[in-house]
């Protein structure tokens, strides 16, 4: 079993990871000769299916096992992400899967150098400072060249070791990503940075209007965020309490058109199609009651949905009533052909 | 009687603080040793493993004056104060310095310690803006110090680096990991942190802590001179906590040490101030640098103080790292032999976001607000109708009118009078002073 790449594009796997992270502790790594895929399916909340494709991240990339070249693992996000955030100032990064003592790991390692990041003004000069005023380090540009080194050796190698499990075929024979219905609603999604604090603002005020005991954690339900859209560019976040009932709505967004060759049976699918009849009812402006599907889901667990708005990729909602959204989310991407996506499993939950 | 009397510069006295924050490491309780021209603050852990001091020299004060009590042989005075109440006081102080009206001008500090007065204390007075001076007045204990020998003579390994090197090399660590192994190969030395475990389930595979490596060129330190493929291990967390300080005086930090299961010494200083930490090495850790989990259990810290984890390796369990030198001046208690466990880390300095010792990634923060929102500990704005004005700082007459008053000494002067100068610390806990 062998796996070995560069990692080309340090700060986007970072940002990746910590997207997941954010969602769930473990994610099952399912890496192949086309395109490396992220799974993280946590006990509640929403589930996410990323699939990247490989020069998306990596850069001669070897992955090779008994099982058709497919490698699955389990990686721990958190220390992935730590080891990752290490490589962010670095000259060069590479991963590999390995042993140790028995133990999986994928160790990264990462070269960085010094010259880059600290300044060596300092290393020349200490003791000498005047007291008193502590922070005036007298700064010698000169100095710096005095320091006879070239940058070569200066590089420092850091080697994280992650600790991961080699999941066998079998187990996860059983896993499938969600199948859900055709969508009533498809819509791209305003900024995310928007959105996200719209709903965390929702969210907030939807804690604190509960009965004292918004900080102690009692219930483990979060409150109830309603998503709703319609055909004609309208996205409406509302919560209701209470005492309250509070909606923002957006208008002029656009619902992209259906592209026949991915919808079942064609152009006759796409006429029979659920968002093709949706089209029929409600408003530019959002005013009609009619024409909108809506979701309600929880707004903690939405706010860590938001979390992947740091990949400022493009997204696309679509809204099945009453029982789930799906975001999917296509990292931006200068190449033609296939894209990376995040698949968001979002359920619904019931009044 | 004791004259003890001495003036600290604003910056000085935040640098102060940024000390006592480093020395909360170690010990609850802050030692502090007066001689005629230095002041030595110090803290032991509990093992008896760490020993940190920072010795203030007259550089550091703008004025300094110690006078020992007439019996007194050696020309010193020692006591211990809590460290909590140390910090607390000097603590404001730092946040102060970013220019607000408040910022403190000088700082006084003197003994109270004279037979005609009911009460010791040590007092510190804080002259602000507007006129306004602060006095706190805390309790001591008259006690002996203990301090840990270490003969630099005997330490054939020695290297000095830049604090902003070795901050950099720390920054790579991972938060969880315990150890910290430094060794000398290839001309690299190799910086792992790392963390010795029993993995007994599968599951528990992946909780393991990130093992982190970072070999420095030799070339990167100012000078370096030490043993080839000797592997000195040390608690990682105090290497931290030692060059997170270290760095916020950008100097050069110096590491003397001799062979596993001797004790190293970092030594910095700056300004008049003079820091020296010595840490005990695990002993025999050998020459493999990453043992399998099998055999790091015999080695491992965690074991020897819970060695039912692993009933099969029980018979070789053995001290790994060994308490200190005897201390100097053990007039008063003699030292425990003790494993070498882990000093119980205070859980409230990682929490504690003013303190210098949180790791605050500069490239993260743009990233962060995509980070969930934290609806628990979040501040919210509301109304407080319980007209409790004792937390954080109100404008109101009852802080400004008096030169001496402020929430810590009300609480003070609320003790009961006439309690005897050598008042326990245990003694004072629970009287919610700083507990």
């Known amino acids: ?351 | 009687m004791v004259t003890l009397n001495f003036t600290l510069t604003p910056e000085a006295s935040g640098r102060l603080h940024d000390a006592l924050l480093s020395l909360s490491r170690f010990s609850d309780t802050v030692s502090i040793e007066a001689r005629k021209d230095t002041l030595t603050l110090s803290a032991l852990n509990s093992s008896k493993s760490g020993y940190s001091s920072f010795i203030l020299d007259e550089n550091y004060f703008s004025f300094y004056e110690f006078a020992p009590a007439n019996n007194n042989v050696d020309g010193r005075f020692t006591c211990s104060i809590l460290n909590k109440a140390l910090t607390s006081v000097f603590k404001s102080r730092a946040v102060d310095l970013k220019g607000r009206d408040t910022a403190i001008e000088k700082c006084d500090v003197s003994l109270q310690d004279r037979a005609d007065e009911a009460q010791c204390r040590f007092i510190i007075r804080m002259f602000c803006g507007h006129g306004v001076t602060k006095t706190y007045r805390l309790t001591y204990e008259a006690v002996e110090v203990m301090r840990a020998l270490f003969d630099r003579n005997t330490a054939n390994n020695r290297w000095t680096i830049h604090s902003k090197l070795l901050k950099e090399y720390v920054d790579y660590f991972g938060g969880k990991a315990e150890q910290l192994d430094i060794f000398f190969e290839d001309g690299k030395c190799t910086f792992i942190s790392f963390t010795e475990k029993i993995v007994n389930s599968k599951n528990q595979v992946l909780k393991h802590p990130l093992r982190t490596a970072v070999a420095a060129n030799v070339a990167d330190f100012t000078s370096f001179n030490a043993q080839e493929n000797m592997h000195i291990v040390i608690s990682v967390k105090d290497f931290k906590s030692i060059v997170a300080h270290a760095d916020t005086l950008d100097t050069t930090v110096g590491a003397y040490y001799s062979t596993p299961g001797r004790p190293l010494q970092f030594s910095y200083s700056k300004n008049g101030m003079h820091c020296h930490c010595t840490l005990m090495t695990v002993e025999d850790y050998g020459q493999t640098p990453a043992p399998s989990a099998a055999t790091t259990a015999v080695h491992s810290r965690t074991t020897s103080r819970a060695p039912t984890i692993a009933p099969a390796a029980v018979q070789n369990v053995r001290v790994v790292a060994k308490e200190m030198p005897p201390p100097a001046l053990p007039n008063t208690r003699k030292a425990e032999r003790k494993l070498g466990q882990k000093e119980p880390q205070s859980k409230d300095q990682e929490a504690d976001s003013d303190s210098l010792f949180v790791p605050q990634d500069r490239e993260d923060r743009e990233d962060r607000r995509w980070d969930p929102a934290d609806y628990d500990n979040e501040e919210t704005l509301g109304w407080d109708a319980s007209a409790n004005n004792e937390a954080g700082f109100h404008p109101t007459f009852r802080d400004s009118v008096s030169a001496s008053r402020s929430n810590t000494t009300e609480s003070t002067k609320s003790m009961p009078e006439g309690l005897p100068p050598t008042q326990r610390i245990s003694q004072i806990k629970g009287l919610g002073l700083f507990d």
């Open chain 1, 1 to 351: 079993m062998r796996f070995r790449a560069q990692i080309q594009n340090i700060n986007i796997f970072n940002k990746f990871v910590t997207s997941l992270a954010s969602l769930g502790p473990v994610a099952w790594v399912r890496l192949n000769g086309n395109e490396v895929r992220f799974t993280i399916i946590p006990d509640q909340g929403t589930q996410v299916w990323a699939v990247l494709t490989i020069d998306t991240i990596f850069d001669g990339y070897t992955v090779q096992s008994a099982a058709n070249n497919v490698i699955n693992l389990e990686v721990p996000l958190a220390s992935l992400q730590r080891a990752l955030r290490s490589a962010l100032q670095a000259t060069s990064a590479s991963i590999r899967l390995t042993k140790k003592d028995d133990i999986p790991i994928l160790s990264i390692t990462i070269v960085s150098s010094s010259l880059s990041s600290t300044p060596h003004t300092a290393l020349g000069a200490n003791n000498q400072f005047p007291n008193g005023d502590g922070n005036t380090a007298t700064q010698d540009t000169d100095g710096e060249m005095s320091i006879d080194l070239s940058g070569r050796e200066r590089e420092t190698i850091i080697t994280q070791e992650v600790p991961v499990k080699v999941l066998s075929p079998l187990a996860i024979e059983g896993i499938h990503e969600p199948r859900c219905r055709e969508p009533d609603v498809h819509i791209q999604l305003p900024p995310l940075i928007q959105l996200k604090s719209i709903s965390d603002r929702f969210t907030k005020l939807a804690l604190l209007s509960r009965p004292g005991n918004s900080t102690t954690g009692i219930t483990t339900m979060g409150p109830r965020l309603e998503l709703a859209a319609n055909m004609h560019g309208c996205l409406k976040i509302s919560i209701k309490t209470d005492a309250m009932n509070i909606s923002s709505v957006w208008t002029g967004l656009s619902n992209p058109e259906l592209d026949p060759g991915q919808v079942e049976g064609g152009e006759e699918g796409v006429r029979e199609h659920a968002s093709t009849r949706m089209k029929a009812l409600g408003d530019r402006e959002g005013r009609s009651e009619e024409g909108w599907s809506r979701v309600r889901i929880d707004g903690r667990d939405w706010g860590k949905v938001m979390s992947v708005g740091r990949l400022g990729g493009r997204v696309i909602a679509c809204f099945c009533n009453d029982h789930a959204l799906i975001l999917y989310v296509y990292l931006p991407n200068d190449a033609d052909g296939d894209e990376s996506v995040l698949t968001y499993y979002v359920s619904s939950y019931s009044e």
